[in-house]
């Protein structure tokens, strides 16, 4: 008997956004995102992607971002900043009840605040909906999105074991207090 996935309690928006940076739900389009990315080593070496993904697996990845919306799991987004593609930031329904952030930059969209901002108009959002408490896992030796998190208002709580690409790894745990206050921005009508 197949377990049952954890599902998010109320539809994510599919346009977010404040002034210079904005997350839209990825498309099929994306696949090609996916793909560059898969080719960047410390996102590969950071995080869930696996390395040199084919095109027909880039396209396989969107579409099972776009299955994991539809059956409320979670919700992937394209980072835009000023009008270019700089990542990918989503959320994630756990089974424990918490929601999980996570994000992804390509070289040329660091240094500008972009995963910082993507994690707190996430989390906003989500502390808006009343979702939970809301987190996200870094890598120990990760001091980048050890920085992220902490400039997103995170604070590091412990950590847990998990099983990233076939391998059992420690994951820092961050935690950002919840709010219950309006997003510091809107979603976006288009």
Same mark, same amino acid.
């Given at each position: 008997?197949?377990k049952?996935?954890?599902v998010?309690?109320?539809? #994510?928006?599919?346009?977010? &956004?404040? $002034?210079?940076l904005?997350?839209?739900s990825? !498309?099929?389009?994306d696949?090609?995102? +996916?793909?560059?990315m898969s080719?960047?080593? %410390?996102?590969? /070496? ?5 390395? %040199?993904? =084919?095109? +027909?697996q880039?396209?396989?990845r969107?579409?099972?971002?776009a ?9 992937v987004?394209?980072i835009?900043?000023d *009008? ?5 930031a &989503?959320?994630?329904a ?5 929601i +999980? ?6 070289p040329? *969209?660091?240094g500008?605040?972009?995963a =910082?901002?993507?994690a707190?108009?996430?989390? %906003? @959002?989500?502390?808006h909906?009343g979702? *939970?408490?809301?987190?996200? !896992? !870094?890598?120990? $030796?990760?001091?980048? =999105? ?5 400039r997103a &208002?995170?604070?590091h709580v412990g950590? /847990?074991h998990? !099983? ?9 745990? @961050?935690a950002?207090?919840?709010t219950?206050?309006p997003?510091s921005?809107?979603? %976006? #009508?288009?």
């Open positions: 008997m197949q049952e996935r954890a998010l309690p109320c539809e #994510p928006p599919e346009v977010l &956004g404040d $002034g210079d904005r997350l839209r990825l !498309t099929g389009d696949w090609t995102l +996916e793909h560059q080719r960047v080593p %410390d996102i590969v /070496e950071w995080t869930t992607l696996r390395p %040199d993904l =084919s095109v +027909e880039a396209k396989e969107v579409g099972g971002a299955q994991w919306r539809r059956d409320a799991a979670g919700a987004y394209v835009e900043r *009008g270019h593609v700089v990542g990918t &989503g959320l994630t756990r089974d424990d009840g918490q +999980e952030l996570f994000y992804g930059l390509l040329q *969209g660091r500008r605040g972009s =910082s901002k993507a707190r108009l996430l989390a %906003d @959002w989500a502390d909906a979702l *939970g408490r809301v987190i996200l !896992t !870094t890598y120990p $030796g990760n001091a980048a =999105s050890q920085k992220t998190a902490t &208002g995170f604070q950590s /847990e998990r !099983t990233v690409k076939d391998n059992v790894v420690e994951l820092l745990v @961050w950002r207090p919840t219950s206050v997003p921005s809107t979603a %976006d #009508p288009a």
